[in-house]
């Protein structure tokens, strides 16, 4: 496999000021969430263009493409929509006209995603140009909506074409260079806490819900999870936001919504999840749920996203790890770090939920995502291509 590394990164050194064009042109579409329309109908005649056998955007949005039919089927994921440009005053320049200088692209979604996608679509292209596939059935997912609620449209992607059916899975955001095989999943959880609404200058004839609500947000901070998992560690719980429902200011509420973000990290079920909180719910004589969210995207279709995912963890042996980290030792000659993101990304549903094994990887620092600072080193962007494509090769083969 050294001579099919030395191939593709020759490919890809090849094709670096044309990977930076494409970043740059990526950049100036705005692709805020839910806005995406304009940068997957670009996208899919990019893949058109570079000899994609198959590119489609499908019924919610999202962009599909396919490179080979082989028996080794594998998904590669990185999403398309990023959050607000930002101010260019913040940024010294406009955000959405990429700026190249001293080795590195900057602007929105230089980091998140759009590099890390970039570099997947170039894969992709070199696996076909350096006819290397035959085995391969590589899906390329531009996907959308991540940044709202992550794992919504990936589903809705597959559950739109049954034909989608990978073995193994790439999810492509910022890691460093380093490999990662697992993250913490999420969930949030709303509880309701009932008291009786009255008017502020009778408050004695009532139950004011926000006070009653107290005791719960108190435990909820003191709260430890006390199941740790050796690679995740331990999972966590932040209340998030309170809401009253109250038809004046001087009116005590009679209901208050108190939402947590729950981090998971030993797999814990939905119900597991609830009941851990029943002693503190029951100090506010309050009810819990995990909350439900409602994703339209810009192509109006409508997804009901339960908001639970759990976490997620590969094995150092599995085939789609060990293929990574050999990619890595073929390109750089080198070992590669393996470790776990801290965040939540799409790979929640497609790895935490459907099971199928996954390996994440990135160029870029992901402490820079969001910020006006996005900033991506060109050579991370070139080699993360190349590597992308190897894992595929790598993985094909040891199959
Ligand atoms: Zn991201």
Sequence with gaps: MKEYARKIAA????????MVEFLAEFVSINSVTYNEKEAAAWMEKKLICFGYDEAYIDAAGNCVGRVGS??????????????????????????????????????????DDKGPLTALVFAGRAIKDCGLGEKLCYWLSASISEEDVEGSCVRAMM??????????????????????????????????????????????????????AIPLIQALDRHECAREDPFLGRGSIEVTKVE????????????????????????????????????????????????????????????EQVDYFPSWVVEESHPIIRAAALAYEELFDKKPVITKWDFCTNAAYLSGITGIPCVGFG???????????????????????????MIALDYAAGR
């Excluded at 959050?83 to 001293?102: C, H, Q, T, Y």
């Excluded at 969930?187 to 009255?198: C, D, S």
């Excluded at 990290?265 to 029943?278: N, P, R, V």
Aim: glycine letters at 8%.
């Design 70 to 111: 082989g028996p080794a089927a594998l998904l590669a994921d990185a999403h398309m929509d990023t959050v607000a440009p930002g101010s260019p005053e913040l940024w010294g320049f406009n955000p959405l006209e990429a700026r190249i200088a001293s080795g590195a692209i900057s602007g929105r979604g230089v980091v």
């Design 159 to 212: 559950e739109l074409n049954p034909r989608i059916n990978p073995e193994a899975l790439i999810v492509a955001e910022s890691s460093d260079m380093e490999i990662i095989r697992g993250h913490k999943g999420r969930a949030l959880i709303r509880m309701e806490v009932t008291g009786k609404a009255a008017h502020a200058s009778a408050a004695w004839r009532g139950e004011n819900a926000l006070i009653k």
């Design 363 to 389: 160029p870029g620092d992901h402490t820079l995502c969001h910020s006006t600072g996005e900033i991506l080193s060109i050579d991370e962007l070139v080699q993360s291509a190349a590597v992308y494509a």
């Design 244 to 303: 009253c429902d109250t038809p004046s200011l001087n009116t005590i509420p009679g209901r208050a919504t108190v939402i947590a973000d729950r981090r998971i990290s030993c797999g814990e079920s939905a119900e597991e999840l609830i009941e851990e909180l029943k002693p503190y719910l029951e100090l506010s004589q309050a009810s819990a749920s995990i909350d439900t969210e409602m994703v339209t995207t810009y192509k109006g279709y409508k997804i």
């Design 11 to 18: 490919y890809m050194e090849e094709h670096r000021q044309e």
